[in-house]
């Protein structure tokens, strides 16, 4: 354990010692005198959690002292109560080899590693089977434990016990992989970690590498599979802390480290990568410390209402251009890429180590074929050398373009190397046509450009590559509507524009899927979505703004003055169409000339129904509704009259009349008579409200 200064001003062991033994020799440990001994471990409980919040509060000690101080605490407390029960309150002279016990900390405890509200987790280790005195030990400890208002885990174990556990349940094995000696006979300990590591060495690490991460794959689908969300979980998070201890128990298990300054020395990471995993470290249990102590109980969710009080705590400052609040969280968000980031590393370096070890690990294959320029390794595409990326720098581009032509995942080892290699996207890459082509080929490809955009986003290319791109990475709307950050709202917004255009949203979206085809502009389209918040977090009016950047960005990407033009005009006005819809009167005739006069023809029209719904959809997983729906549907073909000229109510009788002819053709397997029933059931305002597959189905309901 790191050394811990003023260590008295947390817990005076002796002088705590000195009072509980001068109760026992005055009138011995019994259950009369127990809320006295109680009393005293509270006060030493209460002192020590009052100098380490201090402490932290007063910017004295960070997150990852904090930690070791809470554990220090803890530790001490558990010694002096053992020491009281067996020599006071259960004594015996000459204790058996069956009644010894070893004390031992498990899972975060054992690694030292407490926040101020944690559970504590503790192995009572026996020899042999449980005796009536061991019994009487670790009840006596358990209870005035619980009595401190501590959460405690624990499980008591005979060494074979804990070894053949460990054998058949992975949480208990990674558990017990963090196990420290506390207290107690150290002997017993010793002789079980010697058992544990020679279990360990004649199990297959493939298994528990595979085992491990399958379990983080499903804690993140469990809490929504991305960094980016509005009220993250610190611990359990994508991105969170138990994602770097998966790291840390990954590299424990398969290298027999201590520490991640181990894994330098054995050519597993970087110095670099280090001090990255040490910021990463430090920032989330500074986080989560802050949030016991605000919550006053464990409490992993960073929620919305805490996110401001945080900030102040961590003196994150209001700026011009952003309130501390936001920049807080955008810092947050780095820190999580970067965990991410780490994962990638270490997964690069398992499979080159096992490769030299001819030692497997499931799912990897070292076939390897040439395609577009890199090379396959089992599936996953990867650089043919190291120097790739240095010798022509729009391969940084080119290999998520390859891998999205191709359908195939990018080795870990390939995206390290592009980590390694972003000093190359400079302003002449910017510049060079061919770079810019590729980029637009990725963001209108029509196979799945929203994973390709993720993964270049991920990697850090995207926001380098387009630098204002890059001022949005992770930056939050600090709002209860909107449920991801500037960035992954952009990149799902891209990813419903491509499923309407590939049809795959007809029934969700029957008037975009239908109108998406008709657009004279594919580039103008994806263009707009992408850069519609581009202005984000500047100050001022973001449409406006983007406006400009769009002006700016297009002609460099390829685009001629019209579809520039365009894309700037979407930008400035990407809102209003859901602005005139859901807060002005479309019965009212002012209302769709005002609209039209903004939109102005056709085409623009079609391009700004489009974007608008993509824009919403990708806001949360429940912001779209089927009253947006019908409002966007109602205004659409109101302004698209209008613009076509002829009478108001002529066209909406005439919209009717085809609605009914829609589904009448649709009921083609009805007599006639039901569908004459049928069509004249609905009202003038549900033909239009509704779409012809919501007619279908209602159709086929109250048959």
């Known amino acids: 354990m790191n050394k811990i200064s003023r260590q008295r001003d947390i817990i005076d062991r002796r002088g705590l010692v000195a009072k509980l ?55 001490q407390l558990i010694r002096v109560l053992y020491d009281l029960t067996v020599e006071h309150v259960y004594p015996v002279a000459n204790p058996t080899t069956g009644e010894q016990i070893s004390i031992v900390a498990t899972g975060g405890y054992g690694r030292g590693e407490l926040a101020p509200y944690s559970d504590i987790d503790l192995m009572f280790l026996l020899a042999y089977k449980r005796t009536p005195r061991t019994e009487q030990v670790i009840e006596y400890m358990l209870y005035m434990l619980w009595d ?19 054998r058949d349940d992975l949480t208990i094995r990674t558990s017990l992989l963090e196990a420290r000696w506390l207290w107690g006979d150290e002997t017993l300990f010793r002789e079980f970690k010697k058992r544990y590591n020679a279990d360990i060495s004649a199990a297959n690490g493939a298994d528990f590498v595979d085992a491990k991460l399958a379990e983080r794959d499903a804690r993140h689908d469990r809490l929504g599979d991305t960094r980016y969300v509005l009220e993250p979980n610190v611990k359990e998070g994508k991105g969170g802390l138990r994602d770097l201890q998966t790291l840390y128990w990954i590299a424990k298990y398969l290298y027999r480290v201590e520490s991640v300054a181990e894994l330098v020395e054995q050519d597993v990471l970087t110095k670099r990568d280090a001090r990255r995993f040490a910021k990463a470290e430090n920032f989330l249990w500074t986080v989560r410390c802050h949030l016991h ?11 919305f209402n805490v996110q401001g009080d945080l900030a102040g705590r961590m003196a994150y400052a209001d700026r011009p251009a952003a309130r501390g609040v936001e920049r807080f969280m955008k810092h947050y968000y780095l820190i999580a890429r970067d965990v991410g980031d780490l994962t990638r590393i270490l997964c690069a370096v398992l499979e080159d180590d096992q490769k030299k070890r001819r030692f497997r690990l499931p799912r990897f294959s070292f076939r390897k074929y040439d395609i577009d320029g890199f090379r396959l390794d089992g599936s996953r595409l990867t650089i043919t050398g190291d120097d790739d990326f240095k010798n022509n720098p729009v391969k940084l581009l080119e290999l998520f373009a390859a891998a999205q032509r191709n359908d195939l995942d990018i080795h870990p080892r390939a995206l390290r190397r592009v980590s390694q290699s972003l000093r190359l996207i400079d302003g002449e890459l910017r510049d060079s046509a061919v770079a810019n082509r590729v980029f637009m080929d990725i963001l209108t490809s029509k196979k799945d450009p929203e994973t390709a955009l993720k993964r ?12 204002d791109f890059g001022r949005v ?63 984000k977090g500047r100050g001022g009016d973001h449409c406006e703004l983007g406006a400009d950047v769009a002006a700016r960005l297009c002609p460099r990407f390829g685009m001629n003055e019209w579809e520039s033009e365009t894309v700037a005009w979407l930008v400035r006005h990407h809102l209003a ?30 391009l700004l129904l489009i974007l608008t719904v993509v824009d919403i959809r990708a806001v949360g997983p429940s912001v779209w509704n089927g009253w947006k729906a019908a409002l966007l549907r109602e205004l659409y073909y109101r302004a698209q009259e209008t613009m076509a000229g002829g009478a108001p109510d002529k066209r909406r009788a005439e919209r009717i009349e085809h609605a009914k002819a829609d589904l009448a053709h649709a009921l083609k397997s009805w007599s006639d008579e039901d569908i004459a029933e049928q069509l004249s059931m609905g009202y003038a305002d549900y033909w239009l409200g509704y779409d012809h597959y919501a007619h279908e189905r209602h159709a086929e309901m109250i048959k």
Do not use: C
């Open 293 to 303: 102590n605000i919550a006053g109980r464990p409490e992993e969710r960073l929620a």
């Open 148 to 166: 401190l208002g501590l959460t405690v885990g624990h499980a008591t174990r005979s060494i074979s016990e804990a070894i053949r556990l460990s």
């Open 456 to 467: 270049l986003n991920e990697a850090g290319v995207f926001g380098r590559f387009v630098p």
């Open 473 to 535: 990475v992770a930056q939050m709307q600090y709002d209860m509507y909107h449920v991801y950050t500037v960035d992954e709202h952009t990149i799902r917004a891209i990813g419903y524009l491509s499923r309407i255009e590939r049809g795959l949203l007809k029934d969700d979206h029957p008037v975009a899927s239908s109108v998406i085809g008709e657009v004279q502009s594919r580039n103008v389209l994806y263009m707009a979505v992408l850069l519609h918040d581009i202005a």
């Open 577 to 606: 169409m859901s602005n005139t819809a859901f807060k002005r009167e479309i019965e009212d005739p002012k209302t769709i000339s005002d609209f039209v006069a903004t939109v102005q023809s056709p085409e623009r029209l079609r």
């Open 21 to 75: 033994t001068e109760m026992a020799d005055w009138s011995g440990i019994t259950s009369d005198n127990r809320g006295d001994v109680l009393a005293l471990f509270k006060q030493a409980l209460a002192s020590g959690n009052k100098e380490i919040r201090q402490r932290f509060e007063h910017h004295a000690v960070r997150g990852a002292k904090v930690i070791k101080l809470q554990s220090f605490l803890i530790d």
